[in-house]
């Protein structure tokens, strides 16, 4: 039983993070997504609405798991018996960060294996930080997220701003 782990902080979902998850569940028996903490960003959602959005966008792959964590990624991949962690690429700066965070977790574990993932050309510009940058400029969204997200983005920046007012 092969068992990959997707991490990210997923905020929100996106169609990249969509199109990696559906790409990685063919090479491995068992995808777990995982919603963790990245303690250098600030989170727009919980992660019980960032699980919800990932479960709602993988409600159709059989094989994907979603689950949240607030621990090291290699302690997850030690208690899960993970092969490989699934990370996407879009850019030379993201390969930088990846390198760095490969290198710590093999420090960490040295049995630990990264697989990276191109992104889909149409979509390698757009990260959860623009998505959000965008939604809250009142900027179209739809092309970067399913429906579902869109409507919680969206929700969650109303919400936000009626508690500021
Ligand atoms: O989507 P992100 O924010 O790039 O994902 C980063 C994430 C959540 C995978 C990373 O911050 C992480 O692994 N967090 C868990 C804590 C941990 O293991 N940190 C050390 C990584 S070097």
New binding site residues.
């Given amino acids: 039983m092969k068992t990959f782990i997707f991490?990210?902080?997923?905020d929100p979902f996106s169609l990249g993070h969509l199109d990696i998850a559906k790409r990685a569940s063919n090479l491995c028996d068992k995808l777990v997504v995982a919603v963790?903490?990245?303690r250098s960003?600030t989170s727009l959602f919980t992660v019980e609405e960032r699980v919800e959005m990932a479960r709602i966008c993988l409600a159709d792959v059989p094989n994907i798991e979603v689950i949240s964590r607030e621990t090291?990624?290699?302690d997850l991949y030690q208690e899960l018996g993970a092969s490989a962690v699934v990370r996407g690429l879009r850019s030379e700066s993201d390969f930088r960060y990846e390198a760095e965070?490969n290198a710590?977790?093999t420090l960490l574990l040295p049995k630990y294996q990264v697989v990276f993932l191109p992104c889909r050309a149409d979509l390698a510009f757009t990260s959860s930080s623009i998505i959000k940058e965008v939604a809250y400029y009142g900027g179209d969204i739809s092309r970067m997220v399913v429906p579902a997200v869109e409507e919680m983005v969206h929700q969650k920046l109303l919400s936000n701003k009626e508690s500021k007012s």
């Fill in positions: 991490p990210g902080s997923f963790m903490i990245n960003k090291l990624l290699v965070m710590a977790n």
